[in-house]
């Protein structure tokens, strides 16, 4: 048994179109190989000595004969390529029918009129766009008239924006909540209801702030994270993981303002202290900062940021730990539109004490790292509640 395991999820970075990939127009998208061949190739040589060029062809990293960690692809059994569906179904979930989107249209102005009549707010916008391209667009008149930005985006979200220095926090934080509300009927549902910070006076000037709150969806059934934490141990959400699964099954929440922090927060936990449970964190910068913005070059920097602490985190771990490494979707910054990528992710698997590291055969669904994580603190417990997801523990001992 492993007491700790560190769950990092490199939020977008897809591996290669998935078997299924024309279905969502997505044929020829590939997160890292893409964003190789447009910026000259990546420097990642921690993650290229666990077994990352092994997985598939990417510019820059080398495949090696032995590989410090155990490595694979998964594909996403679920329908649907958002943040929330990649999640959920890596701790236990099966979506069969992807969220609602209002991409084309809009909401509804049915919603509309209900929310500015419950939170006593007029609203601009409603329409699918850049969250920062919308401010400046918008910002001016938000300013003047103290009017609250809303839209949407390719994902099945809806968002608010509004300047702090305009309208205090506590009550966008309120106006949001409001809708996430509203927007749990059946004709207006969407997976997340984002707030949506700013600061600045003028086009141009406009910066959101790290004051972001998520109100997702509540996961609609037992999660791994149920399990374990049911079972006493700790389950510790960085960055924005407390806000995907509502806190359901968290013991520990710990905000951060970006990949940065977020791996510092979970050095300072491998190096100083002694969970046992599992470690849960999610690098949103990927895919908020790099991809949706259609930047490879920043993705790429943002990618090679991480290989660097990556080595640092390694250094820290003990040798009971399991460090396991995915991501919930692709987000090829190259592709066309600026929407999520259906892909396959990537999987390495590393442990000090692991014996012989190889190929992993490939995971028809990501449920099977919830599954495999499950398995380890399962205490031999026979009575799992979790519906879909087969454990690799036993391959990897």
Known sequence: MFN?????????????????????????????GN?????????????????????????GIRKVDRSEAYYTKATELSRGKDTITGHW???????????????????PQSLIDELEEKTGH??????????????????????????????????????????????????????????????????????????????????GSFTRTANRHDYALKPFDNTILDEISSRGYEVVGIGKISDIYCNQGITKSIKTKNNDMGMQEIIHIAKEEDYKGLIFLNLVDFDSVYGHRRNPF????????????????IEELKDDDLLIITADHGNDPTFKGTDHTREYVPVIVYGKELKEP?????????????????????????????????SFLNDIK
């Open 4 to 32: 700790r395991i560190f769950l990092v999820i490199l939020d977008s970075v897809g591996i290669g179109e998935a078997h299924d990939a024309d279905e969502y127009g997505d044929k020829g998208a590939n997160t890292l």
């Open 35 to 59: 964003i190789a061949k447009a910026t000259g190739g990546l420097n990642l040589p921690n993650m290229e000595k666990l077994g990352l060029g092994n997985i598939a062809d990417i510019e």
């Open 89 to 107: 179904e890596i701790v236990g979930l099966h979506i069969d029918k992807p969220f609602q989107v209002f991409t084309d249209t809009g909401f």
């Open 122 to 203: 007029k609203f601009i916008g409603n329409i699918a766009a850049s969250g920062t391209a919308i401010l400046d667009e918008l910002g001016e008149e938000h300013i003047k008239t103290k009017s609250l930005i809303l839209y949407t985006s390719a994902d099945s979200v809806l968002q608010i924006a509004a300047n702090e220095e305009i309208i205090p926090l506590e009550e966008l934080y309120r106006v949001c909540e409001i809708a996430r509300e509203i927007t749990l009927k059946e004709e207006y549902k969407v997976a997340r209801v984002i707030a949506r910070p700013f600061i600045g006076s003028a086009k």
């Open 298 to 313: 920043g993705y790429k920097e943002a990618l090679e940021r991480f290989d660097i602490q990556l080595k640092d985190l």
């Open 358 to 390: 190889k190929k992993l055969h490939e995971l028809k669904t990501m449920a099977d790292i919830g599954a495999t994580i499950n398995d380890n603190f399962s205490n031999c417990d026979e009575n799992s509640s979790l519906k879909i997801g087969n």
